[in-house]
C-alpha cells in the first residue's frame, strides 16, 4: 500500500473528525443552553470523576462509597432530565461516521496495539483495487430490490424449473440475506452464482458487499481475468510496487472476496494452479479468521468442472452453496 494514499486517508480521517467535535460542542452547547441543569449535572460528574480518582490513590474508601452515592444520584437525574425533554445520550457523543474507530483510522487490538479500522482497510482496498467496480453499493442495495423486474410466469419448458424467475429471485434473495446474517459462521457455505448476463448476479454480490461493509467487513472484488493476471504480475515481481506486494495478501486474507465473470479469462496452467490455492487457502480460514468468497459466472456448475481442474470444481461443489439465475435480460426490461 502507498505511503501517499495512506497519508492523504489519515490526512482525511483527521478533518471528519475535526469535524465531527466541532458539531458536536455546537450542538453540545445549544442543547445547554437550553437545558441548563443538564450542563450543571456533567460539570458535576466531572468534578467528582476527579475527586474519586484522588480518593482511589489516597485510599480513602469511605469518601470513596460517598462519592459514588452521589454520581449515582446525578447519573439517576439526568436520565430522568433526558426522558422528559425526549433527548438520548446520543447528544453528549460526537457523531463520528465511523463509531469503531471514531474517525481515526484505528482501533486497539487485544494486545493493545493499533491496528487498522476495518473502515479505512475498506477504503484502502477501494482505492487499489476495487476502483469502481463496487462503486454503485449505494445504489445497488437490499433496500432498492425490486422484484417486479423478474417475471412471475413459470415456463418449464424454457428454463427447465417450476418455478418463475420472481420467485427464484425472491429465494435467492433469502438465502444472501441468511450468508450475511452466519457470515461469521465457519460452517456457513460460500456462494456460487451462476446464470447468463444481466440477471443480477452483480447486483445480488454489490447487496452482500454493501450489508457486509456496514458491519464493518472488508470486501474485494476483482473480474477472475483481472484477479489472476495481477496474483501473477505479483508473484512475477512484474511491478515491484508496495500496491502489488500487498495484493496477494489481500486476496486470500480479505473478509469477502467477489470474483466475478469466472470463466471469461484465457487458462493456462500457472492461471489454474493460482485459482486452486486462492479457492483452497481461503476456505481453510487462516489465522482463526473466517473468510468467504462469492464467485459469479456464465458457466455451469458441469462446465466448472469441465473446463478447470477436478480440483477446483470439487472445491465448489463441496463448500459453495449454488444459485441459478434465469429469465429476461433485466436491462432490456430497465430501458423501457
Not at 125 to 140: F, P
Not at 167 to 176: G, L, T, V
Amino acid at each position: 500500500m502507498s505511503n501517499e494514499i495512506l497519508s492523504t486517508l489519515l490526512l482525511e480521517y483527521e478533518q471528519k473528525k475535526r469535524r465531527a467535535e466541532l458539531n458536536f460542542e455546537e450542538h453540545k452547547q445549544k442543547i445547554f443552553d437550553k437545558y441548563p441543569r443538564l450542563q450543571e449535572i456533567e460539570n458535576e460528574l466531572n468534578n467528582f470523576a476527579i475527586n474519586t480518582a484522588k480518593n482511589i490513590l489516597n485510599g480513602n474508601s469511605a469518601s470513596l462509597e460517598n462519592l459514588q452515592a452521589k454520581i449515582e444520584e446525578l447519573k439517576k437525574e439526568k436520565n430522568e432530565l433526558l426522558k422528559k425533554y425526549k433527548l438520548d445520550n446520543s447528544f453528549l457523543q460526537p457523531n463520528y461516521e465511523c463509531k469503531i474507530c471514531k474517525d481515526t483510522g484505528y482501533i486497539k487490538s487485544e494486545n493493545s496495539a493499533s491496528t487498522l479500522c476495518p473502515c479505512l482497510k475498506q477504503k484502502l482496498l477501494d482505492i487499489s483495487y476495487n476502483k469502481s467496480n463496487i462503486s454503485n453499493l449505494s445504489k445497488e442495495n437490499f433496500d432498492v430490490f425490486n422484484i417486479n423486474l423478474f417475471s412471475d410466469k413459470i415456463e418449464l419448458e424454457k428454463y427447465k424449473i417450476n418455478i418463475s424467475p420472481r420467485q427464484n429471485i425472491i429465494n435467492i434473495k433469502e438465502k444472501c440475506i441468511e450468508f450475511v446474517e452466519n457470515f461469521d459462521n465457519p460452517q456457513t457455505h460460500n456462494l456460487l452464482f451462476t446464470g447468463n448476463t444481466g440477471l443480477g448476479k452483480t447486483f445480488m454480490s454489490n447487496c452482500i458487499a454493501n450489508e457486509l461493509i456496514k458491519k464493518g467487513k472488508n470486501v474485494l472484488y476483482q473480474t477472475a481475468p483481472v484477479l489472476l493476471e495481477t496474483v501473477i504480475d505479483n508473484k512475477m515481481n512484474k511491478y515491484k510496487t508496495s500496491i502489488q506486494d500487498n495484493f496477494y495478501k489481500d486476496v486470500l486474507e480479505s473478509d469477502l472476496l467477489i470474483i466475478d465473470d469466472l470463466g471469461t479469462e484465457c487458462l493456462n496452467s500457472m492461471k489454474l494452479s493460482e485459482l486452486f490455492t486462492i479457492l483452497n487457502t481461503r476456505l481453510l480460514n487462516l489465522n482463526n479468521k473466517v473468510t468467504k468468497t462469492i464467485i459469479s459466472t456464465n458457466l455451469s456448475i458441469n462446465n466448472i468442472f469441465k473446463n478447470y481442474e477436478e480440483r477446483i470444481g470439487s472445491r465448489i461443489a463441496g463448500f459453495y452453496d449454488i444459485y441459478y439465475f434465469f429469465g429476461n435480460d433485466l436491462r432490456f426490461n430497465l430501458k423501457r
